[in-house]
Nanobody, 120 residues
Framework: QVQLVESGGGLVQAGGSLRLSCAAS????????MGWYRQAPGKQRELVATISRDGYINYADSVKGRFAISRDNAKKTVYLQMNSLKPEDTAVYYC??????????????WGQGTQVTVSA
């Protein structure tokens, strides 16, 4: 069983910063793409940023220049540094990963989500 456990969410004032972490655990042979998505109340889940195993990065236009995604392959962990936060960044942030489980093959997994609230 593979689990993605997020941490680092919370309440912050506009202009502030937060750092999210997501650690993968379980019987994992390899992890390919890892990423962050978010879902605000009444809206669909949207991509925030993704990073491949080799470090190729993709950002949503709305977070370019403010957010930075990184990963530590040895720790099976992905991070999201969020700076210059805006009230419209308020959402539940979900970690996502493509994981190779030796007995099953490749599967896509989601974390349980962590709330980020940015006050005006």
């Amino acid at each position: 069983q593979v689990q993605l456990v997020e941490s680092g969410g919370g309440l912050v004032q506009a202009g502030g910063s937060l750092r999210l972490s997501c650690a993968a655990s379980g019987i994992i042979f390899s992890i390919n793409d890892m990423g962050w998505y978010r879902q605000a109340p009444g809206k669909q889940r949207e991509l925030v940023a993704t990073i491949s195993r080799d470090g190729y990065i993709n950002y949503a236009d709305s977070v370019k220049g403010r957010f930075a995604i990184s990963r530590d392959n040895a720790k099976k962990t992905v991070y999201l540094q969020m700076n210059s936060l805006k009230p419209e960044d308020t959402a539940v942030y979900y970690c996502n990963a493509d994981v190779l489980v030796t007995t099953v093959g490749w599967n896509n997994y989601w974390g349980q989500g962590t709330q980020v609230t940015v006050s005006a």
